[in-house]
């Protein structure tokens, strides 16, 4: 007869808690009993991350020997956030921490913060550490990399040693791996992927320390994210991935001698490359040799001059970039989404999407607006039966809109864009044929302005007086072949909505004012 599960539930629970996670975790396979006290184990979730308090407390208006004072009492927050830990087992369902090391007078803390997580049945761990130069890196605990329960690891600002971690990687039920900004190794990475066969989301963010790397012996890995770290730029870099089911591919990358090959991804759907160096031949060869490619983001591909090519399976297409592309000539019957971003438009435009039910527009014009180049938009936006937004980032110093240049065919007004924003105006632009050119070009539901520049502010202005105190019977356009905007705009309503900006602590935010239009 089995003595121990006779002892008082107590008992129990204590002795779980001289027993590694993995073997406490196991007895719940041995009887009933063991499975009701393993049930009885508490349940926490630990998140220093957002803590608003502390942020207000560390905040620049504090006067600096006040703010010594928190940074001290800090890890004594964490101290006694964790203080069940110490005596007892736990099941941790999130453990999530961000802090700077100047807020650590001793950071051996860390370790024993680490300790105290991982000893339990830790199933997802967030460990960030915001560093104050680029030499002051932390090592990691070997110890972290022994939780066998772990399912989810993020990690930031750490150092993975060799070969003081290799023998400890063995995280068998790891699912998802994300490291930012971490420094590691090739070889570390190849014991990773030993270590972590389970693994179907793996993300490196700014990984420094890497110089030739290799991805492979994870058969269930179904989507990376590779952001390269800037001192990727040296040459004779390259990176080898090998994953036959990967799904989604997000790639960063810096280097123009990079060996960087995905046409063997047959089951790839999801493709995102920012890399200067792709040319148009790589784009073209991509679409016609991944054959379930649903999903293509492109940006600040510099070297792009075009996008041609067909396709049939796909579903979603962007393009976005400060340097414009001279044509786009694109066969996809069943693309559902597409966007553009650029300076200018393409010289050259021809898309068969019947199936469209998506599409974006965001132009940086930083050239002279003339009244060709309202013209020009409006013919672009002839394309489309439905615009869902066009949006306007104008950097130009000077414009011109002249109703006697237009061509006497393009009188009908637009009324394809729902959402037209701008994002930036300069005080020097003559807002007045500003105005004129855009509602001329379309007349969208929604005329938005964000209110972040000084610039902005008075255009706002000038906008509320134009739309609304309008004249009921404009009498401005008698002796015209066109009738301006006045003369369909029936109803102006205002709305202001205001968005937080940056970290969810911060109190700034961004103002944006809608009018709506109706027309």
Same mark, same amino acid.
């Given at each position: 007869?089995?003595?121990?599960?006779?002892?008082?539930?107590?008992?129990?629970?204590?002795?779980?808690?001289?027993?590694?996670?993995?073997?406490?975790?196991?007895?719940?396979?041995?009887?009933?009993?063991?499975?009701?006290?393993? =049930?009885?184990?508490?349940?926490?979730?630990?998140?220093?991350?957002?803590?608003?308090?502390?942020?207000?407390?560390?905040?620049?208006?504090?006067?600096?020997?006040?703010?010594?004072?928190?940074?001290?009492?800090?890890?004594?927050?964490?101290?006694?956030?964790?203080?069940?830990?110490?005596?007892?087992?736990?099941?941790?369902?999130?453990?999530?921490?961000?802090?700077?090391?100047?807020?650590?007078?001793?950071?051996?803390?860390?370790?024993?913060?680490?300790?105290?997580?991982?000893?339990?049945?830790?199933?997802?761990?967030?460990?960030?550490?915001?560093?104050?130069?680029?030499?002051?890196?932390?090592?990691? %605990?070997?110890?972290?990399?022994?939780?066998?329960?772990?399912?989810?690891? *993020?990690?930031?600002?750490?150092?993975?040693?060799?070969?003081?971690?290799?023998?400890?990687?063995?995280?068998?039920?790891?699912?998802?791996?994300?490291?930012?900004?971490?420094?590691?190794?090739?070889?570390?990475?190849?014991?990773?992927?030993?270590?972590?066969?389970?693994?179907?989301?793996?993300?490196?963010?700014?990984?420094?320390?890497?110089?030739?790397?290799?991805?492979?012996?994870?058969?269930?890995?179904?989507?990376?994210?590779?952001?390269?770290? =800037?001192?990727?730029?040296?040459?004779?870099?390259?990176?080898?991935?090998?994953?036959?089911?990967?799904?989604?591919?997000?790639?960063?990358?810096?280097?123009? /001698?990079?060996?960087?090959?995905? #046409?063997?991804?047959?089951?790839?759907?999801?493709?995102?490359?920012?890399?200067?160096?792709?040319?148009? %031949?790589?784009?073209?060869?991509?679409?016609?040799?991944?054959?379930?490619? /649903?999903?293509?983001?492109?940006?600040?591909?510099?070297?792009?001059? *075009?996008?041609?090519?067909?396709?049939?399976?796909?579903?979603?297409?962007?393009?976005?970039?400060?340097?414009?592309? #001279?044509?786009?000539?694109?066969?996809?019957? =069943?693309?559902?989404?597409?966007?553009?971003?650029?300076?200018?438009?393409?010289?050259?435009?021809?898309?068969?999407?019947?199936?469209?039910?998506?599409?974006?527009?965001?132009?940086? %014009?930083?050239?002279?607006?003339?009244?060709?180049?309202?013209?020009?938009?409006?013919?672009?936006?002839?394309?489309?039966?439905?615009?869902?937004?066009?949006?306007?980032?104008?950097?130009?110093?000077?414009?011109?809109?002249?109703?006697?240049?237009?061509?006497?065919?393009?009188?009908?007004?637009?009324?394809?864009?729902?959402?037209?924003?701008?994002?930036?105006?300069?005080?020097?632009?003559?807002?007045?044929?500003?105005?004129?050119?855009?509602?001329? #070009?379309?007349?969208?539901?929604?005329?938005?302005?964000?209110?972040?520049?000084?610039?902005?502010?008075?255009?706002?202005?000038?906008?509320?007086?134009?739309?609304?105190?309008? /004249?009921?019977?404009?009498?401005?356009?008698?002796?015209?072949?066109?009738?301006?905007?006045?003369?369909?705009?029936?109803?102006?309503?205002?709305?202001?909505? =205001?968005?937080?900006?940056?970290? %969810?602590?911060?109190?700034?935010?961004?103002?944006?004012?809608?009018?709506?239009?109706?027309?």
């Amino acid at each position: 007869m089995d003595q121990i599960s006779q002892l008082p539930d107590p008992i129990l629970q204590h002795i779980l808690f001289f027993l590694p996670a993995k073997d406490g975790a196991q007895t719940s396979l041995l009887s009933k009993t063991w499975l009701k006290v393993w =049930n009885l184990l508490p349940v926490f979730t630990f998140d220093f991350h957002h803590n608003l308090s502390l942020w207000k407390l560390l905040s620049m208006g504090k006067e600096e020997p006040e703010q010594a004072d928190v940074r001290d009492a800090f890890p004594s927050i964490i101290d006694g956030s964790l203080i069940d830990l110490r005596t007892q087992k736990a099941i941790i369902e999130r453990f999530r921490l961000s802090l700077k090391l100047s807020y650590l007078k001793n950071a051996s803390c860390i370790d024993e913060w680490i300790r105290l997580a991982t000893n339990n049945c830790i199933k997802e761990l967030d460990f960030h550490i915001e560093r104050q130069d680029e030499e002051d890196w932390y090592s990691l %605990p070997g110890t972290t990399l022994t939780a066998k329960s772990l399912m989810v690891l *993020r990690l930031g600002g750490f150092k993975l040693e060799w070969p003081l971690i290799v023998d400890h990687i063995n995280l068998t039920k790891l699912r998802e791996l994300f490291l930012t900004d971490v420094f590691l190794e090739e070889r570390i990475i190849f014991e990773i992927c030993s270590g972590c066969p389970a693994i179907e989301d793996l993300s490196l963010i700014r990984c420094q320390g890497v110089k030739d790397l290799l991805i492979s012996d994870l058969p269930k890995l179904v989507k990376l994210t590779l952001h390269q770290a =800037n001192e990727i730029t040296q040459i004779h870099k390259s990176i080898h991935i090998r994953a036959m089911f990967l799904h989604t591919l997000y790639y960063r990358g810096c280097n123009s /001698e990079l060996k960087f090959e995905v #046409t063997e991804f047959k089951h790839l759907k999801e493709l995102s490359i920012t890399f200067e160096q792709i040319t148009d %031949p790589v784009v073209e060869k991509l679409v016609s040799e991944l054959p379930l490619l /649903e999903k293509l983001e492109l940006s600040f591909c510099l070297k792009l001059t *075009r996008l041609k090519f067909s396709s049939r399976v796909l579903r979603q297409l962007a393009f976005r970039s400060y340097k414009s592309l #001279t044509e786009i000539g694109i066969d996809t019957p =069943n693309l559902l989404r597409y966007e553009y971003g650029a300076p200018k438009l393409p010289v050259i435009f021809s898309m068969t999407a019947s199936s469209l039910q998506e599409s974006h527009l965001k132009l940086m %014009p930083n050239d002279h607006l003339s009244t060709s180049w309202f013209e020009n938009l409006r013919e672009y936006l002839t394309r489309f039966e439905q615009l869902n937004s066009l949006v306007l980032c104008i950097t130009s110093m000077t414009n011109t809109f002249v109703v006697e240049e237009l061509n006497a065919t393009s009188s009908c007004p637009l009324s394809v864009v729902k959402r037209l924003k701008i994002l930036k105006v300069v005080r020097s632009l003559n807002f007045e044929t500003l105005l004129d050119g855009l509602l001329w #070009t379309c007349h969208p539901e929604t005329l938005a302005v964000d209110r972040i520049w000084e610039d902005d502010e008075v255009f706002v202005q000038f906008l509320k007086e134009k739309l609304m105190e309008r /004249e009921i019977v404009p009498a401005c356009c008698d002796s015209r072949r066109f009738k301006c905007w006045r003369h369909y705009l029936k109803e102006v309503n205002v709305e202001i909505c =205001n968005k937080q900006f940056g970290d %969810p602590s911060s109190s700034r935010q961004v103002s944006t004012i809608c009018f709506k239009l109706r027309w």
